[in-house]
Structures are given as structure tokens and as C-alpha cells.
């Protein structure tokens, strides 16, 4: 496999509701070889979240570097969202030189399965829990930027 392309925006595979995995099929899929690419992708573009539509793979799949080690989820879901909510800013790899404040929930739990296809749940706040809420936006073709909370809008961004 090459190093892998982040695609931007207009590209059409941004804005459509990515397949759910088989996990019976994680083996036969090299998920863990694109899980590696992804998360080189990630690093080289200084990103902390990529999600596999991002890289033209309409799959549910996604890779977080928040914590020390990298996070790998396969169909992903969010459990529950703190009713809390904070705004804090954004951008993304596939909109580049976009930004803009978007209210998140500040406590999600999340629901996936790892590449061992072992389901595995977490309690995430902060930072992660916002990451994760805008990669798995990414998965059913929803960007920050249908997100972005209009009254926080800075001069001269194009959103
Ligand atoms: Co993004």
C-alpha cells in the first residue's frame, strides 16, 4: 500500500454515509495496515483525527491521536453525550485553512471494535471526546462546517 492521499473538499466520498465493517472480515480487509497508513497520514499532516472517508475509504473507520498512544476504532458509536456542551475550535484535514467554533458535547461514550475485533467501550472528555465526535461525524458525511456556530465567527473566514 502507498502513503495515502487526505482528500478535500468537494470530493463527494466526504459527504456520504461511510459502510459499517464486518468484523468477521477484519482480517481479510488489512485494517491493520491501514490503520498504520492512516495514522501516518494523520501525523505528516499534523492532524489528531483522521477518518477513513478522508482518505477516499468509504469505510467506518477512524484513527485519534489525543492520548499517548494512538486510538483505532471500527464502527464506532457514540453511546451517550453529556447534555454539557462547550465550543471550542476546529478545523480538518479535508477543509484546509478552515476554521471555526463548534459546540460539542463535553463527555461522550463510545462504543467500537479494536483490530483484534474486541468489542471496546470508553469514557472520554475533553479534547478526545470532541474528537471523536468529529471523526464519527466524518462517517455518516458530516464536516465542522455544517457545525460551526455562526455567532463565533471571525473576519474573513468563508465557511
Ligand atoms: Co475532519
Known amino acids: 500500500m502507498q502513503n495515502l492521499t487526505i482528500v478535500t473538499l468537494p470530493n463527494a466520498v466526504l459527504r456520504q454515509k461511510a459502510k459499517t465493517i464486518n468484523i468477521k472480515d477484519i482480517g481479510k480487509l488489512g485494517l491493520k495496515e491501514l490503520a498504520r ?7 505528516q499532516a499534523k492532524g489528531i483525527g483522521l ?25 464506532p458509536v457514540i453511546t451517550h453525550s453529556s447534555f454539557a456542551k462547550e465550543l471550542g475550535q476546529e478545523g480538518c484535514l479535508s477543509i484546509p485553512g478552515q476554521w471555526g467554533f463548534v459546540k460539542r458535547a463535553i463527555k461522550v461514550d463510545v462504543e467500537g471494535y479494536t483490530l483484534e475485533g474486541k468489542k471496546t467501550k470508553l469514557n472520554t472528555e475533553g479534547l478526545l471526546a470532541r474528537v471523536i465526535q468529529h471523526e464519527v461525524d466524518h462517517l455518516d458525511g458530516v464536516l465542522f462546517i455544517d457545525k460551526v456556530d455562526k455567532s463565533q465567527l471571525l473576519g474573513g473566514y468563508k465557511l
Not at 475509504?57 to 484513527?63: A, D, E, G, N, P
Open 37 to 43: 497508513k492512516m495514522i501516518i497520514a494523520m501525523r
Open 51 to 75: 477518518a477513513a472517508p478522508q482518505i477516499g475509504k468509504s469505510i467506518r473507520f477512524i484513527v485519534v491521536e489525543v492520548l499517548p498512544e494512538p486510538l483505532v476504532l471500527i464502527n
